[in-house]
């Protein structure tokens, strides 16, 4: 039997919930399959300790608040979970859980889709499945003693083998997984790429609100050379500045970029110190532009100079290993907070580039009822976003409504 339907949205995270309740205030029928449970990555994919990287104020749906969180404060990964989770269920959206998508092709005009519990047809079909699908690994390291895992498989600190850890990336989940192992006890290596990390807060307002007023989070694409700069930003222990300086005066060995692996060594790269200084530039720019704002618009601010101290560069910033030995170390384990990347080989179309990403514009794929929402840049810089996720499923909504 095949389900015949008008919309069919593929994923129930975030960016499916905002989906199906603005196609559900459009009064377009549709469902939403999701292959495990409602915002499941928020669950399991996330280590234990982790809260969202923005205040409850901002990461959330903006017809929804959370309960019982004080508004500045950072949800839990689970209390995220159960805001989208109460969020379905307060509007009783049409999700069914448990069901796996394995196969999108077209006929005419006509999606058909395959499903873990059968087959179905949709004029519509919006894909919903999410910016971080696979965890990237690169196999450099060789060593079956050492214990690897990606950051979406980190839990907390006692779950990892006795020893040192070597976290590799220092975006947002490496830099917080490295903090936390050093608070733990632990000895810590951590491999720093080029980063961007704004200041937590800034006379008196926090980055995200900042980054609002300075019309960063409308943005339409990086800014050229920056694609590949990871944005390292914490809500942990009541939210702080991600600053490199301070985690190496916790114990942390701050190391430029891993490369090549053999004999039980790990080249590094000699770029510590220039991807610590240009981090430190996106700092100081941050609150240069802030500034500026504040400026212009008059605002009545509490000045905040202590903001613009910097630490003393760290020794293992100013003469830095270029080469570990793993062993020599005490490094049994070693976390790769490396990303993540697309995995759209079950959509059986030709609209994909060399890179796996779908060729669409702001949404809206080159087959005609075949939508994106959820995926980095989609329209903005905010559309992986809870938030961004929202105003792209408005948006897309509105256009299945006109077609
Ligand atoms: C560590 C980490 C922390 C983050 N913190 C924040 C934060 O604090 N604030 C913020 O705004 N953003 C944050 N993000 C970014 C973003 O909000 C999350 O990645 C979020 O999970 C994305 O939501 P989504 O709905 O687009 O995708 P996902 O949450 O990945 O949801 C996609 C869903 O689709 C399902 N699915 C996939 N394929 C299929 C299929 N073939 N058939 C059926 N179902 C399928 C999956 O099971 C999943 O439930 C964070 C990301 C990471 C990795």
Redesign the pocket.
């Known amino acids: 039997m095949t389900e015949t339907l008008h919309t069919l949205v593929?994923?129930?995270?975030?960016?499916?919930v905002a989906t199906s309740a603005h196609l559900q205030k459009q009064g377009i029928p549709h469902l939403v399959?999701?292959?495990?449970r409602i915002?499941?990555?928020?669950r399991t994919?996330?280590w234990d300790s982790?809260v969202?990287?923005?205040p409850a104020w901002h990461?959330r749906f903006p017809e929804a608040e959370f309960e019982d969180l004080d508004p500045d404060a950072f949800a839990g990964k689970e209390a995220v979970a159960d805001y989208f989770q109460r969020f379905a269920s307060d509007l009783n959206l049409p999700i069914r859980t448990g069901?796996?998508?394995?196969r999108l092709e077209r006929h005419g005009d006509v999606f058909h889709v395959t499903t873990s519990q059968g087959a179905i047809t949709a004029r519509n079909v919006v894909v919903?499945?999410?910016?971080?699908?696979h965890p990237v690994i690169p196999t450099v390291i060789t060593d079956p003693a050492i214990t690897q895992l990606h950051?979406?498989r980190y839990r907390n600190p006692g779950a990892l083998p006795e020893g040192a850890v070597l976290v590799v990336g220092a975006g947002?989940?490496g830099a917080q997984i490295a903090e936390e192992l050093v608070r733990a006890g632990r000895r810590v290596y951590l491999s720093v790429g080029p980063h961007d990390r704004p200041p937590r807060r800034y006379r008196g307002k926090d980055f995200v609100w900042w980054l609002g007023k300075l019309g960063k989070w409308d943005m339409k694409a990086p800014t050229p050379g920056t694609e590949h700069i990871t944005i390292a930003v914490s809500?942990a222990y009541g939210g702080h500045t991600m600053d490199f300086r301070r985690l190496a005066g916790l114990g942390v060995t701050l190391l430029g970029r891993a490369g090549a692996y053999g004999n039980g060594v790990l080249e590094i790269a000699d770029d510590l110190r220039t991807n610590v200084e240009n981090g430190d530039r996106n700092y100081l720019s941050v609150l240069d532009e802030a500034d500026a704002y504040a400026t212009a618009q008059g605002l009545d601010l509490p000045e905040d100079p202590m903001a613009r101290s910097l630490l003393p560069l760290p020794e293992c910033v100013t003469r830095p290993t270029l080469a570990l030995d793993l062993k020599a170390a005490g490094i049994t384990t070693v976390i790769w907070a490396t990303g993540?990347r697309l995995d759209f080989g079950?959509i059986d179309l030709d609209i994909f580039q060399p890179d796996g990403r779908p060729r669409h514009r702001d949404g809206v794929s080159e087959v005609p009822g075949l939508y994106f929402?959820?995926l980095p840049w989609l329209s903005c810089r905010g559309s992986?976003?809870?938030?961004g996720?929202w105003k792209d499923a408005e948006r897309l909504a509105g256009l299945i409504a006109e077609r």
């Open positions: 593929i994923g129930g995270g975030q960016a499916g399959l999701e292959r495990d915002a499941e990555r928020w994919w996330r982790l969202a990287n923005g990461d069901v796996e998508v394995t919903a499945t999410g910016p971080f699908q950051s979406s947002s989940s809500g993540f079950w929402v959820g992986a976003f809870i938030w996720a």
